[in-house]
């Protein structure tokens, strides 16, 4: 064995203490409803996330995390506790009604991408995220061929060129593993988990640095839910790519994510890396969560 | 051998540890006001009876477990003096990545990934170049020496049993040549053949200066491997 390797590298830590988040979420609320003055107050008790008196919802209270580069964070969250809703803040799916979203990658994290034109929103979003609904029909254009889309996502980056959009689209089909003998179907014609595929190669078109991805593998088989997970990590580990990992079973974020987050009504609950959180969980709600796993 | 450095690797004060159960409405103990130090290049054998925490301690070092009090002091390479207990998330990821190991009698390796990917896939996250042959070449070393049979090298480790499992754990571990390593009764389900030949990377391991705290059931595995003792209920025993 070499004696080159047998320490380890220090050339990281520079890296490691220098690294900024290639996306920030800080303080983000959304609340559907007119609110009151009794709701506005943090420290007032609301029904689970609703407010006793005015019947606003707030789906997101102050939630703040980060997301490191070629890092993935998991969101696990019983339905209703705003894990969606935090994800379609960051997509621009979704006005938020407080708060900011950064990226390393516009302004170098200067500016709060919530508040650009609607014009530079698109273009973020084109150009930086990947969204992966766990609603294909909300992803996909059911009607054009998986190609199609493909390309209309290209097309929106600003791509003109149709040899270039057909080659990029062949193989992004071939990496999920759909056939390509079936690349000009309509996803109409598919089952959940080839329509769930095609989405996933859609929504990396462009290369994007930043995946979001919600409840990806909810409602498949579980040999497909294999081929999905297995097809995220392997994104992760060729090409780098962050993702923020949105999903109600335990399971799949042990598998996905180092670091993850709890989330309650709205709010974090309870946040670490994913084994401690798994192992030593201290919330109430999320030693539930655990033991309703093992 | 690597240069000894100077000082202690490892510093526990006054570590403790309960878990609190909501749904029982009270704590179960893990370990308490323990104090250890563990100097560069030395083994520390813990002991003591089942229950008196001797895993909590091991968690607690590698952040699995979330203690109430204490402290725990670790002099890494390239982060330099840092209390686990208060480091951030992301350096105690990069802690694990590239110093600190942990094997356990259980296995956990990524599903649907073969024996011999889940342990070049170890390797190439320690090595920050991604040197794939060097990758390759050690670990077939690795699963060579622990006569891991090559015809289970292209199967999913679940399939295993108990024992070419933990082999497979320990090799996983090992090939990351790591600083600091915790070791969770790493032989506790291993025939003795096996057990002699994790004996013989553990010393392999040691003469190239990895720090190593350990647990084990097996006292006379033990003996001649472990500079010092650490009971549980007495502490630190002379011999």
Known sequence: MSASKTTAPVTDTGALQTERPILSIESLSCSFGTGCPFCAKPEHELERNVCPRCGTVHALRDVSLEVYPGEIVGIVGESGSGKSTLMRCVSFDQQASSGAVRTALVDEGASNILACSPQQKRAIRNAFFGMVYQNPWLGLRMDFSSLSNIAEQMIAAGCRNVEQMRARGLSLLEKVNIPLSRATDPPRVFSGGMQQRVQIAKALSNNPPILLLDEVTTGLDLSVQATVLDLVLALRRDLDVSMLVVSHDLGVIRMLAQRSAVMLDGRIIERGLTDQILEDPQHRYTQQLVHSLL | ?239
Not at chain 2, 222 to 234: A, I, P, T
Request: charged share 25%.
């Open chain 2, 1 to 239: 051998m690597s240069r000894r450095e100077e000082g202690f690797m490892l510093r526990i004060e006054g570590l403790s540890k309960s878990f609190y159960l909501h749904e029982a409405g009270r704590s179960i103990r893990g370990c308490s006001s323990i104090s250890l130090t563990v100097q560069a290049g030395e083994f520390v054998g813990i002991t003591g009876r089942s229950g008196s925490g001797k895993s909590t301690i091991l968690r607690s070092i590698y952040r699995t477990n979330l203690p109430q009090d204490g402290s725990i002091l670790y002099r890494s390479a390239a982060l330099g003096l840092l209390d686990l207990m208060k480091a951030s998330e992301r350096e105690i990821l990069y802690l694990r990545r590239f110093e600190i190991g942990y094997i356990s009698q259980f296995l956990n390796v990524l599903p649907r990934t073969t024996a011999y990917d889940t342990v070049v896939q170890s390797a190439l996250e320690a090595v920050s170049e991604g040197d794939r042959a060097y990758a390759e070449q050690e670990t077939e070393r690795l699963l060579r020496h622990f006569e891991l049979p090559e015809s289970l090298w292209e199967l999913y480790p679940l399939t295993f049993s108990g024992g070419e499992k933990l082999r497979l754990n320990i090799a996983a571990a090992m090939i990351k040549k790591p600083r600091l390593l915790l070791l969770d009764e790493p032989t506790a389900s291993l025939d003795n053949a096996s057990k002699r030949k994790v004996r013989e990377l553990i010393e392999r391991l040691k003469q190239g200066g990895c720090t190593m705290l350990g647990i084990f059931h097996d006292l006379e595995f033990m003996e001649g491997l472990c500079d010092r003792e650490f009971n549980m209920q007495e502490g630190f025993i002379d011999g």
